[in-house]
T-cell receptor, first 113, second 120 residues
Framework: DAGITQSPRHKVTETGTPVTLRCHQT?????MYWYRQDPGHGLRLIHY???????DKGEVSDGYSVSRSKTEDFLLTLESATSSQTSVYFC????????????FGEGSRLTVL | AQTVTQSQPEMSVQEAETVTLSCTYD???????LFWYKQPPSRQMILVIR??????QNATENRFSVNFQKAAKSFSLKISDSQLGDAAMYFC?????????????????FGTGTLLAVQP
């Protein structure tokens, strides 16, 4: 158990509304990531963080913003949700500097109507 | 840019039989990590096996083993004695070793996945 929790686990919202997903870790890891999973695309990186207030874009960052004001929390915000952002969102942490694998949260299913 | 390709969207295997899932990747780097992740219906992403590119020996974890062909840029997963609990989506993933030093290369690049069904 890598100590990652995501909230909410499920959310249904309407187009144009703001949405924030939260990722919380208990193990003080430096690197945190947000991925989205869609059929036929696998997992694609949205944004990542390499420290408090240090974030950068991934390959599908349009329409998303992130914030990391403290080590344990990494927030993903959809300022104005669109139907194309209906997806399953995964938070991950990099645990083990020399081994490279990521440990994932349980995912948050977002439906934008 | 690195890419990962899984050309088998779906596969099926009989319980107790052996199945091999294919993965190819493209990179100009000489050192990197490769992974197989399993995603059962619970949606949880579970690390199955890891391979460091500098190691010639194929990684093995119980019934799971890989066939790592560096020159061919191929990284297949073999599941022996398949069990009903092996039914899941399997993802192949790549990471640059330079990610150990921070920055954008830290990210995992995933294939599109192979959905494995296990028939009783």
């Amino acid at each position: 158990d890598a100590g990652i929790t995501q909230s909410p686990r499920h959310k249904v919202t309407e187009t144009g509304t703001p949405v924030t997903l939260r990722c919380h870790q208990t193990e003080n890891h430096r690197y945190m990531y947000w991925y989205r999973q869609d059929p036929g695309h696998g997992l694609r990186l949205i944004h990542y963080s390499y420290g408090v207030k240090d974030t950068d874009k991934g390959e599908v960052s349009d329409g998303y913003s992130v914030s990391r004001s403290k080590t344990e929390d990494f927030l993903l915000t959809l300022e104005s949700a669109t139907s194309s952002q209906t997806s399953v969102y995964f938070c991950a942490i990099q645990s083990g500097h020399d081994t490279g694998e990521l440990f994932f949260g349980e995912g948050s299913r977002l439906t934008v109507l | 840019a690195q890419t990962v390709t899984q050309s088998q969207p779906e596969m099926s295997v009989q319980e107790a039989e052996t199945v091999t899932l294919s993965c190819t990747y493209d990179t100009s780097e000489s050192d990197y990590y490769l992974f197989w992740y399993k995603q059962p219906p619970s949606r949880q992403m579970i690390l199955v096996i890891r391979q460091e590119a500098y190691k010639q020996q194929n990684a093995t974890e119980n019934r799971f083993s890989v066939n790592f062909q560096k020159a061919a840029k191929s990284f297949s997963l073999k599941i022996s004695d398949s069990q009903l609990g092996d039914a899941a989506m399997y993802f192949c993933a790549y990471r640059s070793v330079w990610g150990n030093y921070g920055g954008a290369t830290n990210k995992l690049i995933f294939g599109t996945g192979t959905l494995l069904a296990v028939q009783p």
